[in-house]
């Protein structure tokens, strides 16, 4: 059964970080390339980040210079550095394959980003 967890959201103030975290299980977690998304209210979930094993990476746009993802391998987990957060960064965040897999979703973890 396969699982993904996401934690690290909160409420946090323009300008401010956070660091998301998601934990895999039940998966060969290592032969992934593993994609942060997130879905802000009455919009479709976007990718915003993704990481192959190797370590190359993928940003969209809007967040290149502020976020950084990165993976553990051993741990199976992958990790997002969100700093210089904007009111545009609300949303709900989830992790997922880069081609991602419907069952796979998980509960998600929310940001707020408000003064």
């Known amino acids: 059964q396969v699982q993904l967890v996401e934690s690290g959201g909160g409420l946090v103030q323009p300008g401010g970080s956070l660091r998301l975290s998601c934990v895999a299980s039940?998966?060969?977690?290592?032969?992934?390339?593993m994609g942060w998304y997130r879905q802000a209210p009455g919009k479709q979930r976007d990718l915003v980040a993704h990481i192959a094993s190797s370590g190359s990476t993928y940003y969209t746009d809007s967040v290149k210079g502020r976020f950084t993802i990165s993976r553990d391998n051993d741990r199976n987990m992958v990790y997002l550095q969100m700093n210089n957060l904007k009111a545009g960064d609300t949303a709900v965040y989830y992790c997922?394959?880069?081609?991602?897999?419907?069952?796979?979703w998980g509960q998600g973890t929310q940001v707020t980003v408000s003064s």
């Open positions: 997922n394959t880069d081609s991602p897999m419907e069952a796979w």
């Open positions: 039940g998966i060969m977690f290592r032969i992934y390339r």
